[in-house]
């Protein structure tokens, strides 16, 4: 017997592992679970996957779903893990809670380098796994350094076609190959959900604002956000807009909506806020946009490749400077939104859809960016980034790099190239440790 386990975070990725059972990416399977866990910073005030409109028209592609919030309790799925030495009691917990019983377990995570995945990897330590990725951040690097008793069990990698020509860097430490869910598949499944949610704009082809609630992140303060969803509406109006759908994120405060509807009565535009918690997707349906405006959301990418919206971007320089430390994981979403989508302050770009760069310089960039954030995972990046940073390094481009973290790996740009050795001379670098130790010897 055979049992396949899917785990799911979001709606979105419950629908892309809907489209790759569609298309035959799996193979059969005597069982199929759903797992479902609500990653949310308070679960009990935000509704879960199998919770949201539109769930039921995909739960027939699983036997069972089970959620992982009540599996584990009281602990939150992004921050438990099991202990090392109780992995073997947890699996003979979940095999009988389950029903698993003997059977041959495979694995479907997301984000496999944090919890919750990567706890569930750790307890079915003999099971095979595949990740898919619902977003962006596939196309970059893996965020830490995996435990090869996990790394080295990942075959394959599932990713939607969200930026044709750019393949996922994620997981290629580990010879993973990356294999495409049709994008015909999943707009497919996606059309199923189109007539969910109560209370939704229909159509009238309005302007559509993505709210992201990125304050929650840390990224941006609460006050910086509400001027950014101004920025967006203020951008649209100025285009022409006069009826503006805004997407509330489903944790985001009042506050924010509250503050848009003023700014839309003094611009005389009809603003409709949707707190439903539906997909993008189903808005761009429903009310087929005009426009679709966000900072650096995936369904501005969906709006794009999938449904040929004209899309615009709004705020990613900042964002750019404020992402801590260099290797956060939305460093490479971020890139490739401000790298690949009109600026809404650029009317010009934003009427004519003028693409930033093409796909052969948008590789080149998320690689080098990619090697920038983990150099010691992906070694062979260093030529393509050199040769990026040594042909392509202007007033522009800086804003994808740091000053401090392109000097610490001795790249073009900050150090001169007769000193470029000095990183990969290991006497060097034992020689500088040793002259650090004994300044803070004398300090002491």
Same mark, same amino acid.
């Given at each position: 017997m055979s049992t396949q386990i899917f785990l799911a975070s979001t709606l979105y990725g419950t629908a892309t592992l809907a489209a790759a059972l569609d298309s035959g990416c799996f193979d /059969?399977?005597? %069982?199929?679970?759903?797992?479902?866990?609500?990653?949310?910073?308070?679960?009990?005030?935000?509704? &879960?996957?199998?919770?949201?409109?539109?769930? @039921?028209?995909?739960?027939?592609?699983?036997?069972?779903?089970v959620s992982w919030n009540e599996t584990i309790f009281p602990f939150h799925p992004s921050g438990w893990s099991p202990r090392l030495g109780d992995v073997p009691m947890w699996e003979r917990h979940l095999r009988l809670a389950w029903d698993i019983g003997d059977d041959d377990v495979a694995l479907v995570v997301e984000s496999l380098q944090v919890h919750p995945a990567l706890g569930v990897a750790q307890i079915f330590t003999d099971a095979p796994l595949t990740v898919y990725a619902d977003g962006l951040m596939s196309y970059g690097p893996t965020r830490t350094k995996l435990d090869p008793l996990v790394g080295g069990r990942v075959e394959r990698l599932l990713h939607l076609d969200l930026v044709p020509g750019l393949t996922?860097?994620? !997981?290629?430490?580990?010879?993973?190959?990356? @294999?495409?869910?049709? *994008?015909?598949?999943?707009?497919?499944?996606?059309?199923?959900?189109?007539?969910?949610?109560?209370?939704?704009p229909e159509s009238g082809e309005p302007a559509l604002l993505l709210g992201q609630y990125l304050s929650a992140l840390g990224v941006l303060s609460a006050d910086e956000e509400e001027d950014l969803h101004v920025r967006m509406l203020t951008g649209v109006a100025g285009l022409g807009h006069t009826r503006v759908v805004f997407k509330a994120h489903p944790t985001a405060p009042a506050r924010f909506t509250r503050t848009l509807e003023r700014?839309? @009565?003094? =611009?005389?535009? +009809?603003?409709?806020?949707?707190?439903?918690?539906?997909?993008? @997707?189903?808005?761009?349906?429903?009310?087929?946009?005009?426009?679709?405006?966000?900072?650096? *959301? #995936?369904?501005?990418? #969906? /709006? &794009?490749?999938?449904? $040929?919206?004209?899309v615009a971007?709004? $705020?990613?320089?900042?964002?750019? +400077?404020? =992402?801590?430390?260099?290797?956060? &994981?939305? %460093?490479?979403?971020?890139?490739?939104?401000?790298? !690949? =989508?009109?600026? =809404? /302050?650029?009317?010009?770009?934003?009427?004519?859809?003028?693409? $930033?760069?093409?796909? /052969?310089?948008?590789?080149? !960039?998320?690689?080098?960016?990619?090697?920038?954030?983990?150099?010691?995972?992906?070694?062979?990046?260093?030529?393509?980034?050199?040769?990026?940073?040594?042909?392509?390094?202007?007033?522009?481009t800086w804003r994808y790099f740091k000053r401090r973290r392109i000097a610490s790996l001795a790249l073009p740009g900050v150090v001169p190239s007769q000193l470029a050795f000095i990183p990969r001379n290991a006497t060097v670098r034992r020689v500088a440790r040793r002259a650090r130790y004994l300044k803070r010897a004398v300090r002491r």
């Open positions: /059969a399977a005597d %069982r199929r679970i759903l797992l479902v866990s609500n990653n949310a910073a308070t679960p009990e005030t935000t509704p &879960s996957v199998d919770r949201m409109p539109g769930f @039921e028209r995909l739960r027939d592609r699983f036997d069972d779903v996922p860097l994620l !997981l290629t430490e580990f010879g993973v190959e990356p @294999e495409i869910v049709p *994008s015909g598949r999943f707009t497919a499944v996606l059309a199923e959900l189109a007539d969910t949610g109560d209370g939704l700014e839309a @009565e003094r =611009l005389g535009v +009809d603003l409709a806020v949707v707190e439903t918690p539906v997909l993008a @997707e189903v808005l761009f349906q429903r009310t087929r946009p005009a426009l679709v405006v966000g900072c650096f *959301s #995936t369904a501005l990418l #969906t /709006a &794009s490749a999938l449904y $040929g919206l004209p971007r709004v $705020g990613t320089e900042t964002l750019l +400077d404020r =992402l801590t430390p260099y290797e956060n &994981s939305n %460093r490479v979403p971020v890139t490739i939104a401000d790298a !690949l =989508l009109p600026d =809404l /302050a650029d009317p010009a770009a934003v009427t004519e859809q003028r693409p $930033g760069i093409d796909a /052969a310089a948008l590789t080149e !960039l998320v690689r080098t960016v990619g090697y920038a954030m983990q150099a010691k995972l992906y070694p062979e990046l260093r030529p393509t980034a050199e040769k990026y940073l040594s042909t392509r390094l202007d007033a522009r």
